[in-house]
């Protein structure tokens, strides 16, 4: 891709249930994973975290958003190589034993965004995006080239809408939070805390179960309990009457205060409905992202490009917008950056030729000579298989420092040879052979010493830029300077 992956022994793998999974579901699927991890011996270590990505270890990897449905494993591997060889394997048995899930291997590189193929499309309704956004998942899934295709919007999730009837509720000393409360007792339990079972934690939830131990069938028999006791239920004339005349005890009266009154009592009805857990923005607009990662051994840019076409064609609504992300949009950024001082850079370099040598015809010269790296780096890109990405393009940007230094050496021997002969021609034909070995020694060395680099995975495209680049580069302009000069200058052979 544009962004290499790091020649790094570890990965981590993200693993994600549907939002509102309990964690205690998420760690023993993660525990399960990593029993089957331990058991390959190309791993050496693993370390699980729940709830989110673990403190920042490592500054160049996407932060997950926090979610108690969320964990990750840390995986070691006994070395680069191995985790380039066993990843595909385990994603693919991952995939297939754990289909309720959500599951991703990623290495670690300079691409910051959390996918390398992305889609988003903003606008007002989320019915709207969810409708665009499956349309774009749908086209990514029956694509070749991409794979593990999701959304950054959860599923729906079901939530509980209580119709609070708030002076019946209030008579009887129950607020919102009691009914809430109460609720959650009766459906997932109220966490509690945690206890250890030898070298293990359990957690351990408070939970409203029907006499025989089973769920109550009838969300309107949930018992509501107060937690501050209802005092005014005994301060009315009745309860105070009746204890005067004793016809009602003390016992009793504490047992009203402190009784468990029935959900329906307390609301006007509960219905169960279904609604997104999260909405994410992008400059205050509601946004929907599809996102996928592209196939082993396939490009960022050539899974884009295989689904370009039809997801631009999708039809978008009055008020939506759509706009690719991903590692396209990283790549633009980066791109941006990078060049927005190349300019003022040109510019410094011509001005410091033109300071040397007196004259706009000798800088003009050298600059000629830039284009020629690409005839060298070209093709050693295609004979080993690199890409040609941001690593690369900081290795082009060295070339140029590296290329005038070399023209501006044979600038400055051809001067010398024209003063020495009477002939213009002999002159400079005697320059470039002149300088040719102590120029191409000194680019020899740069070479040899971007060998050590050609087998990385992150810095062997810059490795492979600098050689081929300097190499090629600097034959050609030994041989481009002297007829350059002889077409500016006008000098003929007689």
Same mark, same amino acid.
């Given at each position: 891709?544009?962004?290499?992956?790091?020649?790094?022994?570890?990965?981590?793998?993200?693993?994600?249930?549907?939002?509102?999974?309990?964690?205690?579901?998420?760690?023993?699927?993660?525990?399960?994973?990593?029993?089957?991890?331990?058991?390959?011996?190309?791993?050496?270590?693993?370390?699980?975290?729940?709830?989110?990505?673990?403190?920042?270890?490592?500054?160049?990897? @996407?932060?997950?958003?926090?979610?108690?449905?969320?964990?990750?494993?840390?995986?070691?591997?006994?070395?680069?190589?191995?985790?380039?060889?066993?990843?595909?394997?385990?994603?693919?048995?991952?995939?297939?034993?754990?289909?309720?899930?959500?599951?991703?291997?990623?290495?670690?590189?300079?691409?910051?965004?959390?996918?390398?193929?992305?889609?988003?499309?903003?606008?007002?309704?989320?019915?709207?995006?969810?409708?665009?956004?499956?349309?774009?998942?749908?086209?990514?899934?029956?694509?070749?080239?991409?794979?593990?295709?999701?959304?950054?919007?959860?599923?729906?999730?079901?939530?509980?809408?209580?119709?609070?009837?708030?002076?019946?509720?209030?008579?009887?000393?129950?607020?919102?939070?009691?009914?809430?409360?109460?609720?959650?007792?009766?459906?997932?339990?109220?966490?509690?805390?945690?206890?250890?079972?030898?070298?293990?934690?359990?957690?351990?939830?408070?939970?409203?179960?029907?006499?025989?131990?089973?769920?109550?069938? @009838?969300?309107?028999?949930?018992?509501?309990?107060?937690?501050?006791?209802?005092?005014?239920?005994?301060?009315?004339?009745?309860?105070?009457?009746?204890?005067?005349?004793?016809?009602?005890?003390?016992?009793?009266?504490?047992?009203?205060?402190? &009784?468990?009154?029935?959900?329906?009592?307390?609301?006007?009805?509960?219905?169960?409905?279904?609604?997104?857990?999260?909405?994410?923005?992008?400059?205050?607009?509601?946004?929907?992202?599809?996102?996928?990662?592209?196939?082993?051994?396939?490009?960022?840019?050539?899974?884009?490009?295989?689904?370009? &076409?039809?997801?631009?064609?999708?039809?978008?609504?009055?008020?939506?917008?759509?706009?690719?992300?991903?590692?396209?949009?990283?790549?633009?950024?980066?791109?941006?950056?990078?060049?927005? %001082?190349?300019?003022?850079?040109?510019?410094?370099?011509? &001005?410091?030729?033109?300071?040397?040598? %007196?004259?706009?015809?000798?800088?003009?010269?050298?600059?000629?000579?830039?284009?020629?790296?690409?005839?060298?780096?070209?093709?050693?890109?295609?004979?080993?298989?690199?890409?040609?990405?941001?690593?690369?393009?900081?290795?082009?940007?060295?070339?140029?420092?590296?290329?005038?230094? %070399?023209?501006?050496?044979?600038?400055?021997?051809?001067?010398?040879?024209?003063?020495?002969?009477?002939?213009?021609?002999? &002159?400079?034909?005697?320059?470039?052979?002149?300088?040719?070995?102590?120029?191409?020694?000194?680019?020899?060395?740069?070479?040899?010493?971007?060998?050590?680099?050609?087998?990385?995975?992150?810095?062997?495209?810059?490795?492979?830029?600098?050689?081929?680049?300097?190499?090629?580069?600097?034959?050609?302009?030994?041989?481009?300077?002297?007829?350059?000069?002889?077409?500016?200058?006008?000098?003929?052979?007689?």
């Amino acid at each position: 891709g544009f962004f290499p992956d790091m020649n790094y022994n570890q990965l981590y793998i993200e693993y994600k249930l549907h939002e509102g999974s309990r964690s205690d579901v998420v760690c023993a699927d993660l525990e399960d994973i990593e029993k089957y991890l331990l058991e390959r011996s190309d791993i050496e270590h693993v370390t699980r975290s729940i709830g989110g990505t673990p403190g920042r270890y490592n500054l160049v990897r @996407s932060i997950a958003e926090p979610s108690m449905s969320y964990g990750e494993l840390i995986v070691d591997f006994t070395s680069p190589e191995a985790l380039v060889k066993s990843m595909d394997e385990i994603q693919v048995y991952l995939t297939e034993n754990y289909p309720q899930a959500y599951v991703r291997l990623k290495r670690y590189n300079l691409m910051y965004k959390k996918y390398p193929v992305e889609v988003m499309f903003k606008g007002p309704d989320p019915a709207v995006l969810r409708s665009l956004v499956d349309q774009a998942t749908e086209i990514m899934r029956n694509s070749d080239k991409n794979c593990l295709v999701t959304t950054d919007w959860e599923d729906k999730v079901p939530y509980f809408e209580v119709d609070y009837n708030q002076p019946v509720a209030r008579a009887m000393g129950l607020s919102r939070g009691d009914v809430g409360t109460s609720l959650l007792a009766s459906a997932g339990g109220i966490p509690m805390g945690t206890f250890y079972d030898g070298n293990d934690t359990e957690a351990f939830y408070v939970k409203t179960v029907s006499k025989d131990g089973q769920p109550i069938e @009838s969300l309107n028999n949930v018992p509501v309990f107060a937690l501050i006791p209802a005092v005014t239920g005994i301060l009315d004339e009745s309860a105070i009457k009746g204890l005067v005349l004793g016809s009602v005890t003390k016992e009793e009266l504490l047992g009203q205060m402190f &009784a468990a009154k029935p959900l329906s009592q307390a609301t006007n009805g509960v219905s169960i409905k279904w609604d997104d857990p999260m909405v994410l923005r992008s400059n205050s607009e509601r946004a929907m992202r599809a996102q996928s990662n592209p196939m082993p051994g396939c490009s960022a840019d050539a899974a884009r490009q295989d689904i370009l &076409a039809a997801i631009e064609a999708i039809e978008l609504p009055e008020g939506y917008s759509m706009s690719w992300e991903g590692e396209y949009r990283a790549s633009q950024d980066s791109m941006r950056y990078l060049f927005k %001082n190349f300019p003022l850079a040109i510019v410094l370099i011509i &001005a410091i030729l033109i300071m040397l040598f %007196n004259c706009f015809r000798k800088p003009i010269i050298i600059m000629c000579c830039i284009p020629l790296i690409f005839v060298g780096v070209v093709p050693f890109m295609l004979i080993t298989g690199k890409t040609f990405g941001f690593v690369a393009i900081v290795g082009v940007l060295g070339l140029i420092g590296m290329i005038v230094k %070399n023209g501006v050496i044979l600038m400055d021997e051809i001067a010398l040879q024209l003063e020495k002969s009477d002939n213009p021609v002999e &002159a400079l034909l005697t320059s470039s052979v002149s300088r040719f070995r102590p120029v191409m020694m000194a680019s020899l060395t740069t070479i040899l010493g971007m060998i050590p680099l050609l087998s990385d995975d992150f810095f062997g495209s810059i490795a492979v830029t600098i050689m081929g680049g300097l190499f090629i580069g600097t034959i050609i302009t030994l041989l481009f300077i002297p007829i350059l000069y002889a077409v500016f200058f006008k000098i003929k052979v007689k």
